[in-house]
């Protein structure tokens, strides 16, 4: 059974970095796309950041573009979520997920598989 466990999540102030991991169980890891998504206080879940499972393609929601970048090591089943410039509405419980796919999606539909999430507090 595959499993999710985030980590590295904290509080922050505006302006710093974090840096998240997602640590993958299983043998089949390197045959799947690989999501980020977070869901502030009130809100619903968003899409954040994917990468393929070759980590060749990536895509970004356009609230986070060039501040974030999302990756992944095949050989140790880690994805990563560096997060710079880090502004007061990053702050959310952010997930890692599994997609169904090799290609990922914006849609949470798409993926199967989650973790418990990590809380990321920014503040101003």
């Known amino acids: 059974q595959v499993q999710l466990v985030e980590s590295g999540g904290g509080v922050m102030q505006a302006g710093g970095s974090l840096t998240l991991s997602c640590a993958v169980s299983?043998?089949?890891?390197?045959?799947?796309?690989m999501g980020w998504f977070r869901q502030a206080p009130g809100k619903e879940r968003s899409f954040v950041a994917r990468?393929?499972?070759?980590?060749?393609?990536?895509a970004y929601a356009d609230s986070v573009k060039g501040r974030f970048t999302v990756s992944r090591d095949n050989a140790k089943n880690m994805v990563y979520l560096q997060m710079n410039s880090l502004k007061p509405e990053d702050t959310a419980v952010y997930y890692c997920?599994?997609?169904?796919?090799?290609?990922?999606?914006?849609?949470?539909?798409?993926?199967?598989?989650w973790g418990q999430g990590t809380q990321v507090t920014v503040s101003s």
């Open positions: 997920a599994r997609s169904k796919t090799g290609r990922g999606s914006d849609f949470d539909y798409v993926y199967d598989t």
């Open positions: 990468i393929s499972w070759t980590g060749s393609r990536t």
């Open positions: 299983g043998r089949t890891f390197s045959s799947y796309a």
